[in-house]
């Protein structure tokens, strides 16, 4: 089949990928990459971390370091994956705009397949593909929909936190429900680090979706409860300052540093597993925060 992955272009996106472009081999892909940033990311402190650790410096720096020195670890970076797979990776601005819009209708894609996407599909980029279109959302729908739900989640005390792979429709994360994947919540866990597990949880459950769709089923969904849905935005700066009195941490460098590594070669040198070492990264987003920029 032709299938159209479409993902963000960050750290997470990368890890998502690299669950799935292993698992499809034998498939057509192209993957599109979104760059949408966050509202306030450039002046809540909480979002100028997120931004340094999931963007600056894995794209800026890691990644391109890796790709310069040609090393490759467990995971791969955008370009080694690109190169390994056969698949083209490209950035996309305007999903729904005239050139996407022609450059999809001639490649007719089966299925679209988005995680962390962030640009919202229209209806006319829905309905190029013939066997559906479906999305990995990293909360519990109906209750978590819109954005940072693993946050919402975590302030809010759930026990546990979950991921829905559910039908793409013209809403924001409204359409039907394929699967509910949850995980336990841990005291004292920050909460970046369930990201790459919430997204296995999901990736898995999307994986067997495509198998059934390619065996010839049609995959049973189930449409939410609307009295029950709930939309989130991106936190303001008083949500943040009331988040922090609840003393849950946001990021941990240890969890961050052990992603990071899993891009490096077993027999990566000295010098390029410095790169991943907490106190450097500690160092690094501290002169961030305070700087506006690091010294990478």
Not at 133 to 139: Q, S
Not at 227 to 250: D, V
Not at 252 to 259: A, G, H, M, R, V
Request: hydrophobic content about 40%; charged content about 25%; some cysteine.
């Amino acid at each position: 089949m032709k299938l159209l992955l479409c993902t963000k272009n960050d750290l997470f996106g990368a890890v998502i990928l690299n669950y799935l472009l292993p698992e499809l081999r034998g498939h057509e892909i192209r993957v599109l990459l979104s760059d949408k940033a966050r509202s306030g990311e450039d002046t809540i402190p909480e979002l100028r971390a997120e931004k340094f650790l999931e963007r600056e410096y894995p794209l800026d720096h890691f990644f391109a370091s890796l790709d310069r020195e040609a090393t490759t670890g467990q995971w791969l970076t955008f370009n080694a994956l690109a190169a390994t797979f056969g698949v083209p990776i490209q950035r996309e601005y305007a999903i729904n705009g005239r050139e996407s819009t022609l450059r999809l209708t001639t490649w007719a894609p089966d299925l679209i397949l988005s995680a962390r996407f962030s640009l919202i599909f229209k209806p006319h980029i829905l309905a190029l593909a013939r066997r559906g279109a479906y999305n990995v959302h990293p909360g519990v729908l109906p209750g978590y929909a819109g954005v940072m739900a693993p946050l919402r989640a975590v302030w809010n005390g759930e026990a546990r936190l979950g991921c829905t792979v559910h039908v793409l429709d013209q809403g924001i994360d409204t359409g039907p429900v394929y699967s509910i994947s949850h995980l336990s919540a841990t005291p004292g866990r920050a909460v970046q680090s369930y990201i790459p597990d919430l997204y296995r949880l999901g990736i898995d459950s999307l994986l067997e979706l495509v198998k059934s769709i390619e065996r010839g089923h049609r995959p049973a969904v189930v449409p939410q409860d609307t009295s029950a849905f709930r939309y989130f935005r991106p936190p303001t700066a008083e949500e943040y300052r009331a988040g922090r009195a609840k003393n849950i941490p946001l990021f941990d460098l240890d969890d961050y540093s052990k992603i990071l590594r899993q891009f490096l070669p077993a027999h990566a040198a000295n010098e390029t597993r410095h790169r991943t070492d907490r106190s450097n990264l500690e160092s690094l987003l501290s002169q961030h925060l305070k700087q506006g920029t690091a010294p990478l």
